[in-house]
């Protein structure tokens, strides 16, 4: 079975504060992503990966950067956290977009960052 | 750019009955990937069923079902028997068929299963 696991299920921060958001998968998968999931809003792309030191920009990437320094693990940066970017963040990975059966992208269990 | 809409928030469903949940969507392209993802409380979220656009039967699994309507550009799911564990977010999700994974999620419907 894939996981995707991530550092924190729960996270409290204050404005200002940089914060790291830590994702791994054991899966060699070649692509992982970072969303924003918020209520009546769905999850929005902030960052995907498509390879080691490969970095996209999705939708929402304001305000984020990310690292992706070896394969399996994908971070999300918060450089200066602010309370607007209080959520929930999911990292998600699937295999080589060349592959036809990369349809499927597996999630993480989902962070809940509160900064106050 | 690709929009993923699902026009109902909430929806509830008896233990056993059916239930059909919307979504439209909107592209100029002619290949892609429809999805329906499933993210149980304080769960992670998995895949439920996907649709290739070029096939025109629709996808199957056990109890969940879709209806594509290419032209309409529209991606129904039925679950069928209903169970409490089908209590859940469900999110359509777009994808292209080359390029990059990029998938678009819609806005996601929450499913109550009444015992």
């Known amino acids: 079975d894939v996981k995707v696991t991530q550092s924190s299920r729960y996270l409290v921060k204050r404005t200002g504060e940089k914060v790291f958001l830590e994702c791994v998968q054991d899966?060699?998968?070649?692509?992982m992503f970072w969303y924003r999931q918020d209520p009546g809003l769905g999850l929005r792309l902030i960052y995907f990966s498509y390879d080691v030191k490969m970095k996209e920009k999705g939708d929402i990437p304001e305000g984020y950067s990310v690292s992706r320094e070896k394969k399996e693990r994908f971070s999300l940066i918060l450089e200066s956290a602010s309370t607007n970017q209080t959520s929930m963040y999911l990292c998600?990975?699937?295999?080589?977009?060349?592959?036809?059966?990369?349809?499927?992208?597996?999630f993480g269990p989902g962070t809940r960052l509160t900064v106050t | 750019a690709q929009t993923v809409t699902q026009s109902q928030p909430e929806m509830s469903v008896q233990e056993a009955e059916t239930v059909t949940l919307s979504c439209t969507y909107d592209t100029s392209e002619s290949d892609y990937y429809l999805f329906w993802y499933k993210q149980p409380p304080s769960r992670q979220m998995i895949l439920v069923i996907r649709?290739?656009?070029?096939?025109?039967q629709n996808a199957t699994e056990n109890r969940f079902s879709v209806n594509f309507q290419k032209a309409a550009k529209s991606f129904s799911l039925k679950i069928s028997d209903s169970q409490l564990g089908d209590a859940a977010m469900y999110f359509c999700a777009y994808r292209s068929d080359g390029g990059y994974q990029k998938v678009t999620f819609g806005t996601g419907t929450k499913l109550q299963v009444i015992p």
């Open positions: 649709q290739e656009a070029y096939k025109q």
């Open positions: 998600a990975s699937s295999s080589h977009f060349r592959d036809r059966r990369s349809y499927e992208q597996y």
């Open positions: 899966m060699d998968h070649e692509n």
